[in-house]
């Protein structure tokens, strides 16, 4: 019995291991791939790199190159004679039921079982069960699954929060970091470092053994982010870091792939002939806005308000490296409870440091607000936007500090159906007038840490209404929200607002028990 529990795992593993060599489409279809990319097969360019084929690639080609050249040749019924399309979550309406039933309903239609292996699928299989986002968004997500997470808390779901860690820990074990998402065109890039942060969740719940579990994958990851400080030492910026005027070192996104975007392709093209950039690295800047999850949006662009002025590898982001900030300190944590003394004071040392450079060149005093910083122009971009609350929410801002961002977020910020994203009316999903449910916790949370609770339930409350509001009307919970103008949908972007939705469900629970009920 023993032996054959052995072989099975071996299958397993070997398995995994077969489906982590697939080429991603780009590779594995490529003049098809490019063809019905560009020629827009699918309303949606995502919906291709996830199909699964009917054939063997060189079936499929070789009947491609004859086909192709027919007279009446149809690329849409091509592709569906020989691709399976991807199934997107049906999202039903039970008649009857209060958002909060609704929401618990929604975490069974949202989870995945352990994926099976699909050959020449772009799927990377994870080993447990997770919860997706929904809608066109059929994988985990890196950090949106962190803010599902607080709602899976509420429900007191710990078992699925731990598989979902677990998974976390399985890509960054197998692949060196946390892909975006668990996608083989996603794997150049990352998002928003929040391993630390789920951990720390977990952590609540179980205690030390947690820290002691997942330490060794947290260094791994954090070890990605970190990867080629040697090589600040003859140059500026290397990959995900940035050497600054004083000597310190701060992080910026990136993507080492400079070319368009697998499931946004036809749009990456169209924007780098755009491209104003002197660098010639339209689709870096591009990648590395999808790292930040703020894709895309006013933070990135030279000129405020055009994607063909993006320069996202110029910035330094506040809330990347405020986050980066708690993970050295969750990494001090693990450390000690692990028997590394040394260790967890070397952490604590980096975060120390970092503080220190974060609050050096992402503050602005005379704003009194924190920015991103432009490392080219050598000051902050000041270009308003609420990842400015980062710092209060992983405790690096002082109490000074904290106070003047509470005075701008109330000022500026706050509107009747919670926090905008941004300042600027750029036609981008992320800036006004959208409000996203992660911003929205992040701000409210980082508030509450400095005990602003009126401005924090404020912004809670009015964020819940809104979303009681659509969801009274539709019956749907949303990726984003119109917060300028209550009656007015959420725009902007690549894609249609999705219906689902992972972090919107688990931040409206999160409010609920903090606060309760619109008063």
């Known amino acids: 019995m023993k032996r054959f529990s ?91 039921l209060s958002i909060i039933e609704h929401i618990e309903d929604l975490w069974d239609v949202l989870a995945r079982k352990a994926d099976q292996t699909e050959k020449y699928s772009s ?24 803010f599902t997470m607080q709602g899976l808390a509420v429900s007191n779901r710990y078992d699925l929060i731990e598989k979902m860690v677990d998974n976390f820990k399985y890509l960054i074990d197998h692949y060196g970091h946390i892909p975006n998402g668990n996608r083989n065109y996603y794997l150049s890039r990352s998002q928003p470092p929040y391993f630390a942060m789920m951990v720390k969740l977990l952590h609540e719940k179980n205690g030390d053994q947690v820290y002691r579990k997942y330490f060794s994958s947290m260094e791994k990851e954090y070890a990605f982010w970190m990867q080629g400080t040697e090589k600040l030492s003859s140059m500026q910026a290397y990959r995900r870091l940035v050497k600054m005027p004083d000597g310190s070192i701060l992080n910026r996104h990136w993507d080492d792939n400079n070319a368009p975007r697998q499931e946004s392709y036809a749009e990456d093209v169209k924007t780098a002939t755009q491209y104003k950039g002197k660098d010639g690295n339209a689709y870096v800047n591009l990648r590395a806005a999808a790292e930040s999850g703020w894709d895309f949006c006013s933070r990135w662009f030279e000129d405020t308000l055009h994607i063909r002025t993006i320069e996202t590898t110029d910035i330094v982001p506040v809330d990347l490296n405020a986050l980066l900030f708690a993970y050295e300190n969750v990494l001090s944590a693990a ?13 604590l040392q980096k975060a120390q440091k970092r503080k220190v450079s974060v609050l050096k060149y992402c503050w602005n005093k005379n704003l009194h607000f924190f920015f991103d910083y432009d490392f080219k122009q050598k000051h902050t971009t000041n270009k308003w936007s609420i990842a400015g609350a980062m710092p209060l929410f992983t405790f690096l801002a002082d109490p000074l500090h904290a106070d003047q961002v509470r005075m701008q977020i109330e000022s500026r910020f706050i509107k009747e159906g919670g926090c905008a994203s941004t300042l600027y009316h750029t036609g981008e999903q992320w800036d006004a007038p959208n409000g996203w449910a992660p911003l929205q916790f992040i701000a409210v949370k980082g ?15 009015r964020w819940m209404s809104l979303n009681e509001k659509v969801f009274n009307a539709t019956g749907k919970l949303l990726e984003k929200y119109n917060v300028e103008n209550l009656n007015l949908e959420s725009g902007g972007g690549e894609y249609p607002t999705q219906d689902g939705f992972g972090w919107t469900n688990g931040v409206y629970l999160a409010f609920h028990k903090l606060f309760g009920k619109e008063q």
């Open 447 to 461: 508030l509450l840490n400095y005990h602003y609770d009126y401005v924090a339930g404020t912004i809670a409350r």
């Open 335 to 347: 450390a000690k409870v692990s028997g590394q003394t040394a260790k967890s004071n070397l952490y």
């Open 123 to 146: 799927l990377l299989p994870l080993p447990g069960e997770y919860i997706v986002p929904g809608g066109r968004f059929r994988e985990i997500y890196y950090w949106d699954s962190y």
């Open 6 to 96: 052995l072989l099975v795992s071996f299958c397993i593993y070997i398995s995994f291991c077969l489906a982590q060599t697939t080429a991603t489409p780009d590779k594995l279809w490529g003049q098809l791939f490019k063809d019905v990319q560009m020629k827009r097969v699918f309303p949606d360019n995502k919906t291709f790199v996830d199909c699964t084929p009917k054939y063997e690639p060189s079936v499929i080609l070789k009947k491609y190159t004859t086909e192709k050249v027919k007279k009446g040749f149809d690329l849409k019924t091509f592709v569906l004679a020989n691709f399976n399309e991807p199934v997107t979550p049906n999202v039903k309406v039970t008649e009857n």
